[in-house]
């Protein structure tokens, strides 16, 4: 990937204005980082305590380690803001398109939009009857909130519910950047509360049975995100939230794996969660991510199987059957030092209803 990366570089320092496999084109010529991927890995090496690696410095403004010069231009910015506000619909469109671009193109962009006051007008949009327009205004958003003050000026100027809308009746795109845009607002905590209560997380699981290969790791990221706090976890289980993640387990092909466990781990943790994940017989699938799987879907199913074990004599019988003991044992050997002392845990749960059963039988 980063290899991949430092070829593009080349190619653009290079002068070239083409996609270097098809020849367009191109619209611009700013990299652009996936924001939601930089966050789901920082917030897993927070929870699991391990330090993120130092930024390198790899500058491509005008100037390296001073004050960079942006390419704002407030004037420009400031006659989409008139656009935007008019009551010419393709005037609308055509502004939210400009500022989806900008937004995308650098942090000072995503500044300037703000401070020019497009925030508003933006949200205002997101109920447009123009799918495109609607499209435009969310996916700017989505741009403007990767900067940590604008999460919460769009957040105070009331564009949850309006973003949950989308989620649920936008076209397949605007659906999947409003979901992306929920789980960039989610990063604070505060907002994870008003997410979850403005109806987002049924309608994030039926986006991910229905939408795209990309978009469904997006959506997936916002569950999960959203699923840290305690309240949101019983919703996504009302809403149906296992019978999906079995599916994907299921489905190895599909690329869902990963994503599949991590949130089933989350869920794990909460009663009714534990239930659900129980009473979809997942043993004999999580024993088999045992034998097969990654260090950390191994590491995510050891903490699964735990959690349905432990004070469940009917779990872990189904677990013995299918053989997840010899697994386990191979796990608290080669796995990572969570996973050993998890399947270390579960194997002395097995021990224990082994010894009580021979108790009984003599």
């Not at 469109?93 to 401070?115: F, H, M, P, S, T």
């Not at 699964?304 to 997840?324: F, I, M, N, R, Y």
Request: aromatic residues 2%; charged residues 20%; glycine residues 8%.
């Amino acid at each position: 990937m980063r290899q991949k990366a430092r070829s593009l570089l080349k190619w653009l320092d290079a002068g070239y204005k083409t996609c270097p496999k098809t020849q367009q084109t191109l619209v611009h010529t700013t990299l652009t980082p996936n924001y939601v991927l930089k966050s789901l890995i920082a917030l897993w090496c927070e929870s699991n305590g391990i330090e993120l690696p130092k930024k390198q410095g790899n500058c491509r403004t005008k100037k390296c380690g001073g004050s960079s010069l942006s390419d704002c231009d407030r004037t420009a910015i400031g006659a989409l803001l008139d656009k935007l506000t008019s009551n010419d619909i393709e005037q609308q469109k055509a502004a939210g398109g400009e500022l989806r671009l900008l937004g995308k193109r650098n942090a000072d962009n995503r500044v300037c939009i703000a401070e020019v006051g497009a925030i508003p007008p933006l949200v205002d949009l997101l109920s447009s009857s123009d799918p495109q327009t609607q499209e435009h205004a969310v996916t700017a958003l989505l741009n403007l909130s990767i900067n940590e003050s604008n999460k919460g000026t769009i957040v105070n100027v009331g564009a949850i519910p309006d973003i949950v809308d989308v989620l649920k009746n936008g076209n397949m795109e605007a659906r999947e950047n409003a979901a992306a845009t929920l789980f960039s607002l989610s990063v604070l905590d505060e907002n994870k509360v008003q997410i979850g209560a403005a109806g987002a997380i049924p309608a994030l699981i039926k986006l991910l049975c229905e939408g795209t290969p990309t978009g469904k790791k997006d959506v997936a990221t916002a569950i999960f995100n959203l699923s840290i706090y305690q309240g949101n976890k019983a919703k996504a289980v009302k809403a149906g939230i296992v019978a999906p993640l079995i599916q994907f387990l299921k489905d190895a092909g599909g690329g869902m794996v990963d994503e599949a466990l991590a949130i089933m781990e989350i869920l794990a943790s909460h009663h009714e969660g534990r239930v659900a994940i129980g009473q979809a017989e997942p043993i004999h699938i999580l024993v088999e991510v045992i034998r097969t799987g990654s260090p950390r879907n191994r590491e995510n199913v050891a903490a699964v199987l735990w959690s349905l074990c432990t004070g469940d004599p009917l779990q872990l019988k189904l677990a013995k059957e299918h053989g997840a003991e010899a697994a386990l044992q191979e796990l608290s050997e080669n796995g990572t030092d969570r996973a050993k002392r998890k399947a270390g845990s579960i194997l002395e749960l097995l021990q224990r209803m082994e010894g009580v059963d021979n108790l009984q039988s003599s």
